[in-house]
């Protein structure tokens, strides 16, 4: 089945204990982005790849960081989580790159809550 | 900068068309317009997407004014699971970011 795997779904932590999100693909997809969504805000772009070791930041990059190391896998870190990055965090993907006209596959989220 | 401007709520009757409009009058003239809807807070899911012309799908159809400045996302017969947030989106000129705008909360009634 196709899809894009979150984890962990769920988590609670403390202000500045590094942690990761991982996101993986089973789609081949070249394109992989990730998004949180706040409350009245709908969803804004952390960062995406448009392929292994190629990253860029969307509108909300700062105190985030990403890597492209192999195709199927965009991580998602937070190196000194606060409490204003508690949100439910989106993965997405899609194939080829940008400029083609297909439409992204999201993964279930990921709740953080930062304390 | 907002790239798309939708109606906060809608409600529609089960069994009835939902329309719903979407305006994006900056969007250039290789911009598509995708719509998804997330139902409570699962992961937004791909309804369909256009460029010019009109389009139809097994879940909905698109209809895209000819200047390009606006469109409808039409859902022919409601149904108590349409209920959801409905996002319209447009790709922006680089191709490699995408804006959601802040979504219709469609209410469908019994």
């Known amino acids: 089945e196709a899809q894009v795997t979150q984890n962990p779904r769920y988590l609670i932590t403390v202000t500045g204990k590094k942690l990761t999100v991982t996101c993986s693909q089973n789609?081949?997809?070249?394109?992989m982005s990730w998004y949180r969504q706040d409350p009245g805000l709908g969803l804004r772009q952390i960062y995406y790849?448009?392929?292994?070791?190629?990253?860029d930041k969307g509108d909300v990059p700062e105190g985030y960081k990403v890597s492209r190391k192999e195709k199927r896998n965009f991580p998602l870190i937070l190196e000194s989580p606060s409490p204003n990055q508690t949100s439910l965090y989106f993965c997405?993907?899609?194939?080829?790159?940008?400029?083609?006209?297909?439409?992204?596959?999201f993964g279930d989220g990921t709740r953080l809550s930062i304390l | 900068d907002a790239k798309t401007t939708q109606p906060t709520s809608m409600d529609c009757a089960e069994g009835r068309a939902a329309n719903l409009p979407c305006n994006h009058s900056t969007i250039s003239g290789n911009e598509y317009v995708y719509w998804y809807r997330q139902i409570h807070s699962q992961g937004p899911q791909y309804i369909i997407h256009?460029?010019?012309n009109n389009e139809t799908n097994e879940m909905a159809s698109l209809i895209i004014t000819e200047d390009r400045k606006s469109s409808t996302l039409i859902l022919p017969h409601a149904t108590l699971r349409d209920t959801a947030v409905y996002y319209c989106?447009?790709?922006?000129?680089?191709?490699?970011?995408?804006?959601f705008g802040t979504g219709t909360s469609l209410t469908v009634i019994p």
């Open positions: 790849s448009m392929n292994v070791e190629v990253t």
């Open positions: 789609m081949n997809h070249e394109y």
């Open positions: 989106i447009v790709r922006s000129n680089a191709g490699n970011q995408f804006y």
């Open positions: 256009g460029l010019k």
């Open positions: 997405a993907s899609s194939s080829s790159r940008g400029y083609s006209n297909q439409p992204q596959h």
